[in-house]
């Protein structure tokens, strides 16, 4: 289990730099620059803002100051954000989005696991048939329409729920649907699936036979197995949940860390751009190094080499 784990993080460090290179690279092939928006910006003064975030160096020693930078952990600074750090408007923005994609992927687990085991149980029946006409309506349905009704109906008409920022723990019900809707369905897809593939199996025949409970033929039996499939799309999901949501974030007004990345790329800030697209690839590798070891632990027949 050590080597195998010295060995992921090995592969994820080579992967994370192989991504910061790529995203530099990219940044800086597309035409012109972070300052060209701004307002009567006389050519001497552009010239003075490049010199000050070292952008009037040669391409290739900004991408040597830059991963030298990025081994000590300094992303840079902002160049819209001025007097602000990447790393500093990251620690402040991830804990909003942090909150909020945990709890939605909470939802997500606890509802999209149950309604895909039932599914799988009453294969053809009334609940199966209604179980998958709503999956797929879930799935079917973008986060802003879900978010644009979800506030009408109980902001707007019933009055029940804050519909701007995250001030009280009322204010987390909208968003948290809205983000954990496309996930909670498309688990409970995979997990109807993957069950119905468990419950032909022998031992699951067996178990049958010998009166075994519904209860303790999915959830001692069953659920082992038949979970992998999802934990699988575990990893990636949290690591895409906690760091933000645009949509979301931008309709239910959330001081997140998806509007800065998008921000960032509307506005040019090359080293947000940067800073958060490593900060999301290396929360991606390190979920999937955890799915990996879950593996094991969730199924003993999975050797780890």
């Known amino acids: 289990m050590a080597k195998y784990i010295i060995k992921r993080i090995i592969t994820a460090i080579i992967t994370a730099f192989l991504v910061a290179t790529l995203t530099f690279c990219i940044m800086n092939l597309v035409p012109g620059g972070p300052f ?40 840079g600074l902002s160049l819209k954000k001025r007097g602000r750090t990447v790393a500093q408007i990251i620690t402040t923005k991830f804990p909003v989005s942090g909150r909020l994609g945990g709890l939605a992927f909470l939802v997500a687990v606890i509802i999209g696991v149950p309604l895909g085991s039932i599914a799988a149980f009453n294969k053809g029946k009334l609940i199966d048939n209604i179980l998958v006409v709503l999956s797929t309506a879930g799935i079917a349905i973008p986060s802003f329409l879900s978010s644009t009704l979800l506030m009408y109906v109980f902001s707007t008409k019933l009055g029940w729920l ?41 031992y699951m025949r067996t ?6 409970s519904t209860f303790m033929m ?15 799309y575990a990893g990636p999901l949290i690591a895409s949940l906690m760091t933000g949501s645009f949509i979301i974030e931008k309709i ?6 998806g509007s800065e990345f998008v921000g960032g790329i509307t506005s040019r ?37």
């Open 36 to 75: 060209l928006a701004e307002k009567a910006v006389t050519p001497q003064a552009q010239a003075a803002m490049e010199a000050k975030y070292g952008l009037d160096k040669p391409l290739s020693q900004q991408y040597i100051t830059y991963m030298s930078g990025l081994v000590h952990g300094d992303f």
């Open 162 to 202: 804050p519909s701007l920022g995250l001030k009280t723990a009322s204010s987390y019900i909208m968003p948290v649907i809205a983000l954990a809707l496309y996930p909670t369905f498309y688990i409970a897809r995979l997990m109807r699936s993957s069950m119905l593939d468990v419950i032909g199996q022998d």
């Open 207 to 212: 178990a049958r036979a010998k009166g075994v």
């Open 218 to 232: 999915i959830f001692k039996h069953a659920m082992r197995n038949a979970i992998l499939p999802v934990v699988t």
């Open 252 to 257: 239910f007004n959330i001081p997140g860390l």
């Open 269 to 305: 800030d090359y080293p947000m751009i940067m800073g958060t697209t490593i900060f999301l690839a290396v929360f991606v590798i390190f979920m999937n190094v955890i799915v990996d070891i879950v593996y094991a632990l969730v199924d003993p027949r999975i050797k780890l080499k």
